[in-house]
């Protein structure tokens, strides 16, 4: 059978394969914790579900015309403004089923056959694959846990070619916890303008998850990038509304207009009754700050207990719901890590390789109760220490 190389070639979701084997272990094992999805654990807020069931009732289950319902774009336009300092048009705005499809749209768009995408690693395990699937190539860009995972434009400036046309970025950071300090978005700043002819893709799913005293720097806030800054976000992580499959990208009206041909013949629309829901989910300040007191919460007692621990070492996360944890595990590569806590401690993490880095690191999701967090770290000690 023949099929597009590139896409028979693609590695699967290592989160997504990891999400569905510890479901499969669990039915086998009810006492096994899986920390290993990217999926908020809250109920979406009942005022989001109740504008579904409104929109439902009042048959509003049709084809939508355009990028987005147009009060949408605006609401998402002036969000941008207001809460990140990035001055986009609407018409710039393309409203997408996820945060990860907007992301394929604008590769897919931006890259020529041969074309190079750069992304600092550890990250998001999607990027490469999304580039590949894309016919570009994919340019990690190591980052050490030794620093702190710091981005600096020496790293980035390593990697750059001439074939280069995008750097994707993401913070808060999937798998790190790190966030873009003023310095770092300074240093980005400076690589981006010694190479006019790069593109900036800034993943900001987990924005509204960012803890006391962090400040994560949009790049778009920058007057003289924002025209090449592409900005992604959604609702999947911020709102608990994963299901819904609702994100969006924001850039230019030029930009958006090339997008937008290939999201018309792939996508045609993104549901209507699900951009309603969006348009109340951009009301619930006070939901998604209950939701963000909560993780803080856990954060602070899931590392705490984790860095008890010998052989164990987990910087505080300033934003997104993960823990990104060092194992000192002579021998043992991430992946056997993951398998051992899965065999004798029956907590489910997902091996730090998947993010590109071959130190030991697990990641685990603290987006789960507080009971299965501190048992989950309660079970880790006493593997470790049977050792
Ligand atoms: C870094 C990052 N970007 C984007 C996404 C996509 O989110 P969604 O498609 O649910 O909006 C995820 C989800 O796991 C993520 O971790």
């Known amino acids: 059978m023949e099929f597009n190389e590139k896409i ?11 999400m569905q084997k510890a479901k499969a272990l669990q039915k086998e094992d009810p006492g096994i914790i899986s920390l290993a999805g990217g999926e908020p654990d809250f109920t979406t807020p009942k005022r989001i579900r109740d504008e579904v069931t409104k929109q439902l009732e009042k048959g509003y289950t049709h084809y939508t015309i355009g990028p987005g319902l147009p009060e949408l774009r605006e609401r998402i336009a002036g969000k941008l403004r207001e ?29 020529n056959p041969g074309d190079e995408v750069m992304f600092p690693e550890p990250g998001w395990v999607s990027y490469p694959s999304i580039v590949e699937a894309s016919n570009a190539c994919p340019v990690p860009v190591r980052l050490s846990g030794s620093d702190g995972f710091r981005l600096t434009r020496a ?38 303008n010694a190479h006019p002819d790069v593109l ?4 900001e799913i987990y924005e509204r998850i960012l803890f006391e005293g962090a400040e994560n720097v949009s790049p778009a806030s920058y007057p003289d990038l924002r025209d090449r800054v592409i900005t992604v976000n959604g609702f999947s992580k911020s709102v608990a509304m994963t299901g819904f499959r609702i994100g969006y990208l924001a850039t230019t009206p030029e930009i958006a207009k090339v997008m937008y041909k290939l999201f018309q013949h792939t ?121």
């Open 200 to 203: 900036l893709l800034s993943d």
């Open 83 to 111: 809460e990140n300092g990035a001055e986009y048009d609407p018409y710039g705005v393309i409203v997408t089923p996820g945060g990860k499809f907007a992301i394929y749209l604008a590769v897919r768009s931006l890259v």
């Open 267 to 387: 996508m045609s629309c993104t549901s209507g009754f699900i951009m309603k829901a969006a348009l109340t989910a951009l009301d619930c300040q006070e939901e998604i700050e209950e939701m963000r007191q909560e993780y803080e919460r856990r954060r602070d007692a899931f590392i705490g207990a984790l860095n008890e621990i010998p052989g164990v070492t987990a910087a505080l996360p300033e934003g997104a719901f993960y823990a990104w944890v060092k194992f000192d595990m002579p021998g043992l590569d991430s992946e056997e890590t993951a398998a051992f806590l899965l065999k004798e401690a029956r907590v489910v993490g997902v091996p730090g390789n998947a993010y590109g880095t071959d130190e030991t690191y697990v990641r685990f999701s603290f987006a789960s109760s507080m009971e299965d967090l501190m048992e989950s770290a309660k079970r880790i000690r006493e593997a470790m220490e049977k050792r």
């Open 8 to 18: 028979r070639d693609l590695a699967p979701s290592k989160s997504i394969v990891f």
């Open 155 to 192: 790293k980035l400036e390593e990697k750059v070619s001439e074939k280069t046309r995008l750097l994707i970025v993401n913070y808060p950071n999937n798998p790190t916890g790190r966030v873009l300090s003023r310095p770092e978005a300074e240093e980005l700043r400076a690589f981006l």
